[in-house]
């Protein structure tokens, strides 16, 4: 699961995904993928900045109806983030226009 990450990196995605279970949320960290959820926790800007820190994420998949335009588009900037999902987004159209143009392909679903 770790051999391509430095052990800084691993450490590190270690300690966000030790805060992201503690949040309520929950990742998969294998092989094959690397995905990370807080789907089912509205979580606030400090908290979900967290996430950039992230090395090698594929995937994730947020409610984001308490995070900011600016952290969002932190997050969809994240190297290699190939996905971001949010759900009950407090976004206007513009504005899902303008994060799908920082990086990650987003979605947007509803609960």
Same mark, same amino acid.
């Given at each position: 699961?770790?051999?391509?990450?430095?052990? +800084?990196?691993?450490? =590190?995605?270690?300690? %966000?995904?030790?805060?992201?279970?503690?949040?309520?949320? #929950?990742? @998969?960290?294998?092989?094959?993928?690397? +995905?990370?959820?807080? =789907?089912?926790?509205? %979580?606030?800007?400090?908290?979900?900045?967290?996430?950039? #820190?992230? @090395?090698?994420?594929?995937?994730?998949?947020?409610?984001?109806?308490?995070?900011?335009?600016?952290?969002?588009?932190?997050?969809?900037?994240?190297? #290699?983030?190939?996905?971001?999902?949010?759900?009950?987004?407090?976004?206007?159209?513009?504005?899902?226009?303008?994060?799908?143009?920082?990086?990650?392909?987003?979605?947007?679903?509803?609960?």
């Amino acid at each position: 699961m770790t051999n391509h990450l430095s052990p +800084a990196s691993a450490e =590190m995605n270690e300690r %966000i995904l030790a805060r992201v279970e503690a949040l309520g949320g #929950g990742f @998969v960290w294998d092989a094959e993928v690397f +995905a990370v959820t807080l =789907m089912d926790v509205a %979580i606030i800007d400090t908290e979900a900045k967290a996430l950039v #820190g992230l @090395v090698g994420v594929q995937q994730i998949a947020m409610d984001c109806s308490k995070t900011s335009l600016a952290t969002l588009c932190e997050i969809a900037a994240i190297p #290699g983030l190939q996905s971001l999902v949010l759900c009950n987004p407090t976004l206007e159209e513009d504005e899902v226009k303008l994060l799908s143009a920082v990086g990650a392909e987003v979605e947007v679903v509803e609960e």
